[in-house]
């Protein structure tokens, strides 16, 4: 389908969910786009970090976008995660997200290597040109370790190379200066780059970030309350903001079960992502919390916690 | 004067004016004090980073705040920063500060040694119980290289030992929970810290922070556009988001003259207080645009690039 | 081949060179090969960073590991990087090394995702489970950024998980600290893990290394001069420090090649390697200077400097 | 005392002991600077890192300097730290250094702020001409988060600003490249800085500095076994390369001492520090093993493995 431009509205990062053997749930992923889509999301982002894209062979790769892209059937656009260290092997993920249908493309700067802001333009442009599919950008510097710098982000949304950006940053200041710099929250559709997208990968900020002008928000709890923000996004274009920062407060108390998992034990991204595969598990959406190897798996404590607070929050069916 | 609890509304870091031999200039600071009271600011903060605390002699610290109390006239309340490296020579300044009638102080975690939470709340505690005064944390990652972790903050809030948190970290993610935790926008004065008062020091994401339950603002433009910070803070109180987005989108766009000093020549504090410096002397507000030693002075071309932001945001007299 | 325990002396790790289309040039890589086994080097290590193994797709590094084997031809044993994201993916990596020829594996901790050290081991540990073949862990934090943590190799060592280290973490210290654990000069074989074999990435220290115990050296520069290499190790063998640091001297001199590419305009990688390759070139010994995209190429000027250096040290024919 | 040129040999940088109280214990500090005399070092370091000179007062640091001016008597040449965030600052210990009978001052880059090359060499530049003393750098990034670049230790160098280097980086690489660039081994007395002193700050690497041609050492470990340092230096010079690397062996083991302080528990300087302190104590050399506030001290349990290590390195009188 034809990519909305600029794309907008709640696009959540789809967990991957694995069976006890770490193979793709495929039954389980399904159930999650029909959630998300009963939800009210307006697009699908497959094969981002919250769905473990960094564990994935390249064959569940494909396993997971075949099947996101025939869940949604076209009712909203699916963009695709190209996640690698360097041009050539995002290229060869590029190309097999065109042929399975993907809608538009996400990549991240060249990580493992030390790269340099030149490199990284070369890097999106021949992605872009390469793989005749639009291109967000997606500067996500706790993974890369690279910032995208903003003058560079600006010249490639002004020269076309690039369709959007999802800002994992956690630099909000920075993102403020970008969207000033793109016109602001009544000038962007008539700046240099009119349909440009920008969308914010923070779950907790997202009422601050829909003010000061992006366009959608990609949250990782979203996964688990697809519904709670859609209502905080729709308050915001109602301009509703007291609605909204209400929300907003409901839904960061809730992401605190991203620190279920005890941080001497255990990586912050395990813990963050099994959170939220237990509560999806929990509230019967997939079948199993499994995380992949070598991620360790959250204790009965943890997911008794997660329990907990799925309840608080009213997101547990009653018993 | 009594310090209200919670501290709140517009709190500006001041600059420090420095005559060309790098003396304090005293009757520019004065004007300085009268600048930002006639711009209707609640507070004021001297020997911030921003008032280039981490250049002045003891000496000149004395003198600074003494000027600053004075020109007050208890007017607003007065914080002053006793930044030093850890615990003794914080208490050496923390004591020369009571006794020139600061109304709080303000104090980062140790720096230069590598430290460890339990020994960062030991600094707090001391200097607390030893200096009579309120105590506001001063969480700046980029200048101490330690980010106080939230559970901290929370147990010194709590148990008393701080009045309030500057968080001039940018992790907005992180103060959006811990503003929920406390209580959130509507249970923040019947939460467990009722008068703990929480200020972001970001420049670019006042609106947001402010719709987040912030209770008020210590920005460093707001030395050169105070009035601009205060209809800020006033649309946000009056729930006039739209408006509060905008005037946020002007001071950000202002704010670009943080990056008139080349990257390459100089460092970012030069250029960032040059400008602010820049920008008082040409609005007719300090003497001289002099920072401290070593920092190298922004060039003719970057001043009259001040000139020209300020220009465009109607901050120039006409002539 | 069966591969000593410990391996020692000195295993480069081969650039891998490119045609103008970025394709693998096979004739090129085997006289890389004869080139380095004339030299007198004891071991190959392909597909790692220097052979810009993040820059390959899974094609090409078949490609390469299948050309360095055969070329060997079982003089040496051929150490192959499986250097990818977490363990599902390296293990896929690994099963081909092996299908290959591989005499063992080079893996790192996980990257791109926030990884734990109880995370780390239990990676190594699957992977060595998996292939089969002898394990080195690859500390190398300017890319994966993490550090190996001391008590984590020792385990790994001693339980007989890994067969070694190879050490590009920069940190002299500890890994002394790590060979004084294992034993120190005199102990290391009859100490807790007597196989081990510990080896050090550095190019700069490689007579500091031997001095302090290390098995052998993995030297980027060895590429350009392998027989500098083997001199310093060998003079070293023989106790004769003297001449082993002035051998150092040269070859850190030599090593200066890295930064003719300018900091402004490129990468750090791009610069190292591209001089690397620029010097083989010029030596004869492959085709082209050519780096894989992203990568911007070393100008006339730069590979004219790596000339003048190449003469400076002899190493240039006579012409 | 006329400093030498090169500065060269064992130069400790002394602890500070302190009372119960936190207040120095010059009787303690006297009896150290003759056991440290007596150990056979060429040099003292008073006020440096592991002199805690970040929790001193500048009452207590001038109260240190001179009680070390008076025990030392000018047996040996006596460094002092002048360690503060900038010039203004570092100028006014340097003033009080000089009066006490420092004979050579060691600053570090401007910290707390953000900096920039420049501005370090107008801060080094500045501090040496007022100061009137010989001048050495210390760099320390894990202190001050900045690295020197080599191009501007180079300059500084060459043109005088500069009596030496400490170098407590840990980028032996860098150290390597640096020593070359100065005329290495051979050349460096005749090379374009002829009197220039490179010392290490690091304990675990000293034969292998000294066999790169580092003119001296200034461990914090001598304060402890400066006899040790002495033998290893000896052994050095008289390229007695094994002896070395055995004795560095031997301090290596003993190094583990810094780490008797559970990591989850207290940071990892003052684990350090109370870990040389508690070795002094146990030795007989100081009157208590306190260090500053808000450091945590050792508890019993660490002190006693504290006492086994020295038993264990011969360093304990017989009972």
Chains 1, 2, 3, 4 share one sequence.
């Not at 260290?85 to 993920?93: D, E, I, M, N, Q």
């Not at 800002?167 to 793109?182: H, K």
């Not at 440009?196 to 009422?207: I, R």
């Not at 912050?268 to 959170?275: D, I, Q, V």
């Amino acid at each position: 389908m034809a990519l909305p431009a600029p794309l907008h509205g709640v696009v959540p990062p789809l967990c991957t969910p694995l069976d006890p053997h770490g193979e793709v749930d495929t039954a389980s992923l399904t159930r999650l786009v029909h959630h998300l889509l009963d939800g009210g999301v307006h697009g699908l982002f497959a094969l981002g970090s919250t769905g473990e894209v960094a564990y994935l062979t390249d064959d569940q790769r494909a396993q997971v976008l075949d099947t996101v892209v025939r869940a949604a059937g076209g009712r909203v656009p699916v963009l695709a995660g190209v996640i690698d260290t360097t041009t050539p092997r995002v290229l060869a993920h590029a190309t097999a997200a065109a042929r399975l249908g993907a809608d538009a493309l996400v990549a991240t700067a060249p990580f493992y290597t030390r790269t340099h802001p030149r490199e990284i333009a070369a890097h999106f442009r021949r992605v872009r040109a390469a793989a005749g599919l639009p291109l967000f950008a997606y500067d996500i510097p706790v993974a890369v370790h690279t910032k995208l710098p903003a003058a560079l982000v600006r010249e490639l949304a002004e020269d076309g190379t690039l369709a959007g950006l999802k800002d994992s940053s956690g630099d909000e200041g920075g993102l403020r200066r970008l969207l000033v710099a793109l016109g602001g929250r009544t000038g962007r559709r008539t700046g240099p780059a009119p349909g440009f997208s920008v969308l914010t990968g923070s779950e907790l900020t997202v009422d601050a970030a829909l003010l000061a002008g992006v366009d959608g928000v990609v949250p990782g709890l979203g996964n688990v309350d697809p519904a709670g923000y859609v209502r905080l996004h729709d308050a915001a274009r109602a301009g509703d903001w007291a609605a909204a920062a209400a929300e907003q407060e409901r839904l960061a108390a809730l992401f605190a079960m991203v620190d279920v998992g005890p941080e001497a034990e255990m990586g912050r991204s395990s813990s963050a992502l099994g959170a939220f595969k237990a509560a999806l598990a929990l509230r019967g959406v997939i079948a199993h919390g499994t995380t992949a190897v070598p991620q360790l798996p959250l204790d009965e404590a943890a997911v008794a916690e997660v329990g907990r607070m799925l309840d608080a929050a009213g997101l547990l069916p009653e018993r």
